[in-house]
Nanobody, 127 residues
Framework: QVQLVESGGGLVQAGGSLRLSCAAS????????MGWFRQAPGKEREFVAA????????SYADSVKGRFTISRDNAKNTVYLQMDNLNFEDTAVYYC????????????????????WGQGTQVTVSS
């Protein structure tokens, strides 16, 4: 079993930055595909970003491309989401997800049925 705990959320002004962390325990995630998703009030959960086990291949939703950066530190069993130039539409609960699959094609990352999920961290962007 893998337990995921997100942190780093909070209230930030539009144009500001936040860095989310996802700490894993119970098992090493060094061979897992890791993803970030978000869910805004009244909306379905949506894919934000993901990366492969080594961090060499990443995938981003069009809405965050160029503003968000996903990374990982396998030695720390942790995944990060650096969020810059935040806007009101980024307000949501952000969830970390992990799965042992490692598709060769990054286009599959949003469609993986991720096995493990964190509880989420709230990000609120004020205008």
């Amino acid at each position: 079993q893998v337990q995921l705990v997100e942190s780093g959320g909070g209230l930030v002004q539009a144009g500001g930055s936040l860095r989310l962390s996802c700490a894993a325990s119970g098992r090493t995630i060094s061979k897992y595909t890791m993803g970030w998703f978000r869910q805004a009030p009244g909306k379905e959960r949506e894919f934000v970003a993901a990366l492969n086990w080594s961090g060499s291949t990443t995938s981003y939703a069009d809405s965050v491309k160029g503003r968000f950066t996903i990374s990982r530190d396998n030695a720390k069993n942790t995944v990060y989401l650096q969020m810059d130039n935040l806007n009101f539409e980024d307000t949501a609960v952000y969830y970390c997800a992990a799965d042992p699959q490692n598709p060769l094609n990054r286009s599959y990352y949003p469609r993986i049925k991720y096995e493990y999920w964190g509880q989420g961290t709230q990000v609120t962007v004020s205008s």
